[in-house]
C-alpha cells in the first residue's frame, strides 16, 4: 500500500517522486526500460534557467554549453539570438543518459522506492483507491495506492485507463527522428534551427551540438509530410553535412497539441508528455515535465492530508500547471497553426527584415521592428506576440 505510485521515471516522473517523498509521503515509482534514460528520444536542449530551477548543473549530465540558438530560414537566412532570447530549449545540452538516472538517484535518495525493469499493465478503481497490477520479468503481482501519477510519456497507458482524453490527432503530432552524428563542420556554441515546408513540414530540423559529435534531427508533422521524417532528414544531411558518420538513430514522437482540459481524473494526475505537456512550437517537453512533476507532488501531499483523492480536490493540480504554462501552451499552439499556413517566401522575407543588431534587442523589440516593416505579414499572429 503506497501513498502514491508514480509510473515512468523520466524527468516528469523523477521530479514528481522527489516532491512527494520529500514531504513524507510513501512512493513507488516504476520504470518499464531496465536502464533508466535509455535508450534516449530528445535531443536533449533545455534552458539554463528551467534546469537550475529543479536542479545543480553537474559537469557529469551537462554535455555542453551553448550560448545561443542560429535560425535559418529557408532561403540560408541566418539571424542570431542570444540564449536568455532563445527559449526553454537553449542554454545546456544533457546527457540523458545520465540527467535522467540523476533525477531518479535525487528521488531514491529523498525516500521513494523506484523499481526498474517494472510496467504498470493495469489500473482498477477500488473504493477510494487504486489497484495497479505490476509485471516484471514475467512475474505480476498487485500493489495499491490512493494516487496514481501518470508520468509515462507520450503514449500514455495511464491517460487511457481512466479516460482522461489525450486523443492525438495527426495534426497534434510531431514525428521525429534523429542521428548522432560525428565528423560535422559547425558551430559549437550555438543551437541550431533550419525552418522551411521544403526542408521539415510543420516542423524543423535542429542541430544541438553535444561534447563529441552533435544530435541532428527533425520533427515533422505527419498531416503535411510528402515523405517519412528519415528521408526528409536524409536529404538535408546528404546537402549539409555529406562526410557526418552517424553513430545513433532516434526516432520518437512529441505531442504538440497544446494545452489539454484536464489532466486529472479521480486518483490520477498526469505530468509532462502524458498530459501533453510539450510546447507546441519549438516540442520541448523536459522543462514543463519538471515543473508539472513537482506541481503534482505538491497536490498529492494536500490530498493524502486531507484523505481526498477526488478529481474534484485534484483540480489544484490543473490550476497550477495551467497558471504556470497552460495558457502558453494554448497561444503557442494557436501561434503554430498561423506558422504552417506560412509559406517558405514569406517565412523568407520575415527573416530579411529582421534587424541585424538582433543581439541588442529584446524579442517583443525586434517582433515590433518586423510588424513595422511588414504589417500585412504579422497582422494574422499579432495577437499571439503582443
Ligand atoms: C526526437 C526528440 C527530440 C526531443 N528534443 C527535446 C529537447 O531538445 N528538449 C526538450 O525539452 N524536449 C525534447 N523532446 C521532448 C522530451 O524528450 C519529452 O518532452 C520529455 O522526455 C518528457 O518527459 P516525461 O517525463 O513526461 O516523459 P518521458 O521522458 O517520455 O518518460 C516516460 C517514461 O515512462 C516509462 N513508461 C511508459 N509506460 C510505462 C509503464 N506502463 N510502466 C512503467 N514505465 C512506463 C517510459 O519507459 C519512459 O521512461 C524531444 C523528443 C523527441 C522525441
Redesign the pocket.
Known amino acids: 500500500m503506497f501513498d502514491v505510485i508514480v ?7 523523477s521530479i514528481a517522486s522527489k516532491t512527494c517523498a520529500e514531504m513524507g509521503l510513501d512512493v513507488l515509482m ?4 531496465q536502464e ?1 534514460g535509455v535508450p534516449v ?6 534552458s539554463k534557467d528551467a534546469l537550475e530551477r529543479f536542479v545543480k548543473p553537474k559537469r557529469s549530465f551537462i554535455s555542453r554549453e551553448v550560448v545561443g540558438a542560429k535560425i535559418f530560414a529557408p532561403d540560408g537566412t541566418e539571424i542570431v539570438l542570444s540564449e536568455e532570447r532563445a527559449g ?2 537553449v542554454g545546456y545540452v544533457l546527457e540523458r543518459k545520465i540527467f ?1 538516472r540523476y533525477l531518479a538517484k535525487l528521488a531514491s535518495d529523498a525516500g521513494a522506492e523506484v523499481l526498474v525493469k ?4 493495469s489500473f482498477e478503481k477500488k473504493d477510494d483507491r487504486v489497484r495497479v497490477r505490476l509485471l516484471r520479468m514475467g512475474e505480476e503481482w498487485d500493489v495499491e495506492t490512493k494516487i496514481v501519477i501518470g ?7 495511464v491517460a487511457k485507463f481512466f479516460g482522461i482524453d489525450t486523443t492525438l490527432k495527426l495534426n497534434e503530432v510531431e514525428s ?3 542521428y548522432l552524428m560525428t565528423n560535422i563542420d559547425f558551430d559549437p556554441d550555438y543551437c541550431h534551427f533550419w525552418l522551411g515546408k521544403s526542408i521539415a513540414p510543420g516542423g524543423y530540423v ?1 542541430l ?1 551540438p553535444k561534447r563529441i559529435g552533435a544530435n541532428v ?1 527533425i ?1 515533422v508533422m505527419p498531416s503535411l509530410a510528402k515523405k517519412t521524417p528519415k528521408e526528409y532528414l536524409d536529404d538535408f544531411v546528404s546537402k549539409k553535412f555529406s562526410d557526418g558518420k552517424v553513430v545513433e538513430f ?5 505531442p504538440v497539441c497544446g494545452e489539454i482540459e484536464t489532466a486529472v481524473s479521480d486518483n490520477v494526475m498526469l ?4 498530459a501533453r ?2 510546447d507546441p512550437i519549438t ?5 514543463n ?1 519538471m515543473k508539472a ?1 513537482y506541481y503534482a507532488g505538491i497536490v498529492a501531499f494536500e490530498a493524502v492530508k486531507r484523505g481526498d483523492f477526488s478529481a474534484r480536490f485534484l483540480r489544484r493540480y490543473d490550476k497550477l500547471w495551467k497558471d504556470d504554462f497552460g495558457r502558453n501552451l494554448a497561444r503557442k499552439r494557436r501561434l503554430q497553426q498561423k506558422l504552417i499556413d506560412m509559406d517558405d517566401d514569406t517565412l523568407n522575407r520575415i527573416f530579411h527584415s529582421i534587424p541585424r543588431n538582433i543581439g541588442e534587442l529584446s524579442v517583443r523589440a525586434i517582433v515590433l521592428e518586423i510588424f513595422k516593416r511588414n504589417p500585412k505579414l504579422l497582422w494574422d499572429v499579432k495577437d499571439f506576440i503582443f
Open positions: 509510473v515512468g521515471a523520466g524527468p516528469g516522473g516504476v520504470e518499464k526500460r533508466i528520444r530528445c535531443a536533449e536542449g533545455i526553454n530549449e535522467d517494472t510496467t504498470a499493465v508520468a509515462d510519456g507520450v503514449e500514455s497507458r521525429c527522428v534523429q535542429w544541438f534531427g520533427g532516434v526516432a520518437g514522437a512529441v505530468v509532462g508528455d502524458a505537456h510539450a516540442g520541448g517537453g523536459i522543462a515535465a512533476g
